[in-house]
């Protein structure tokens, strides 16, 4: 089974600093896409960041970059100069190429709380 | 704004009623999914159409079907239903058919139908 787990429900940062979210999936699969999507208060879901799983460099988006472990199976998010804008339910997800043709498996996700 | 648009924002609804909530995805997009996303299943794949043809199902209970039509927008028809399937269902679209997660499978997101069963 294809299983993504976010072990933090909540987590909170003041504004301007660092904070790393973290994500374990489980597939036996070798070929696999990562995501990580933010779920603000408006309900819309934006994708934040894409990783491949063949790729080893960590993919970077502005402030947000990701720490991909493909051995240990981890996929964290790190958000730089957090701003409170990001306040925002952030979801790890994954696709399998092939077969499940593009549905996405997702984590539970993380509230994050950006305060001033 | 993500470009693909959900109706209604909103639908409240009785036990045992029947409803259809409308998906349009972006200009160019083929691939239509759905998902659904309650406080107990957490965010759910329901199924995924392209250019027509369903393509793969999800945890789709057989109260509900979709389709999508030859213009490309989807419907999603929800039936007898049931207090547990008060949630946010949402629409998703991609220019491909999802064989990877490449740019051209990028899946946008509208922004959903809030269905309340009563």
């Known amino acids: 089974a294809q299983t993504v787990t976010q072990s933090q429900p909540e987590m909170s940062v003041q504004e301007a600093e660092t904070v790393t979210l973290s994500c374990t999936y489980d597939?036996?699969?070798?070929?696999?896409?990562l995501f990580w999507y933010k779920q603000p208060p408006s309900r819309q879901m934006i994708l934040v960041i894409r990783?491949?799983?063949?790729?080893?460099q960590n993919a970077t988006e502005n402030r947000f970059s990701v720490n991909f472990q493909k051995a240990a199976k981890s996929f964290s998010l790190k958000i730089s100069d957090s701003q409170l804008g990001d306040t925002a339910m952030y979801f790890c997800?994954?696709?399998?190429?092939?077969?499940?043709?593009?549905?996405?498996?997702f984590g539970r996700g993380t509230q994050l709380t950006v305060w001033p | 704004d993500s470009g693909v648009t959900q109706t209604p924002k909103h639908l409240i609804t009785a036990t045992g009623q029947r409803v259809t909530l409308r998906c349009s995805p972006r200009s160019g997009d083929l691939s239509v999914y759905w998902y659904q996303q309650s406080l107990d299943q957490g965010l759910q794949f329901l199924i995924q159409?392209?250019?027509?043809?369903?393509?793969a199902k999800g945890n789709i209970l057989e109260r509900f079907s979709a389709q999508q039509f030859p213009d490309l927008h989807s419907e999603l028809n929800l039936s007898s239903l049931e207090l547990g399937d008060s949630a946010l269902y949402f629409c998703a679209s991609s220019v491909g058919r999802g064989l990877a997660g490449g740019p051209q499978n990028e899946q946008f997101f509208g922004p959903g139908t809030r269905l309340t069963v009563l």
């Open positions: 997800a994954f696709i399998l190429p092939g077969s499940t043709l593009g549905r996405l498996y």
């Open positions: 990783q491949e799983a063949y790729k080893q």
């Open positions: 597939t036996s699969e070798n070929n696999y896409y």
């Open positions: 159409y392209y250019n027509g043809e369903e393509r």
